[in-house]
């Protein structure tokens, strides 16, 4: 599912829980055999693999309990935000089943000064709150009902985007649930919501090799 780099060196790689166990071996087969420590593997070679656990399942202790864990089928809520784009969506396990994506045109920069560039600035801030708005009462309609049924929120897009829509007192449930990672994903549409649930429920695993 791609690759990413780590803060203080290293990757980050994320994998699908079906793929988790072929994953392994093939650590075992570049890298040798390995012991485990909590959710890090140490290798023959000296190279290290720390598993972390998807977003809603739970807090496991050693892999065999990840593993177990994110084959668990999971409800997961899902908010992606950009650039006056909004999408908000359920997925049961593997499957979205239900959503709304819209969008509201937000006006970009503009090279003028003067009163003109206020008039523009005024205007892109009024845009802007309005996307936030309606980002917020798409959440309330979609995510809210189904909050004591989620494991987790997983957001995604512009952290200030998707910041200032849980700002609002009503979505304060959801906002308990927003789970840490950010995912990094385009304008959200419908496609990119489908592609943000294999996203949410990969295995995220820090590899530094010596």
Known sequence: MGERPAA???KW????????ERWLVNFAGRHGPYRET?????AEDGAEATLQAPPGAGEPATVDELIAAAHAKRRIGLLLARKGAVAAGVADGTELVSSKVDTHYVQGRTAAGGWSQQRFARRRDNQ???ATADGAGIAGRILLPEVRTLTALVTGGDRAAVDAILADRALAPLAEL????LLDVPEPRHVVLVSAVAMARAVPILIREP
Not at 38 to 42: A, D, F, K, N, V
């Open 8 to 10: 203080g060196g290293g």
């Open 13 to 20: 790689v994320d994998v699908a829980p079906e793929r988790l």
């Open 38 to 42: 909590g959710l890090t593997l140490i």
């Open 128 to 130: 802007a709150k309005a």
């Open 178 to 181: 927003r789970a840490g990672r």
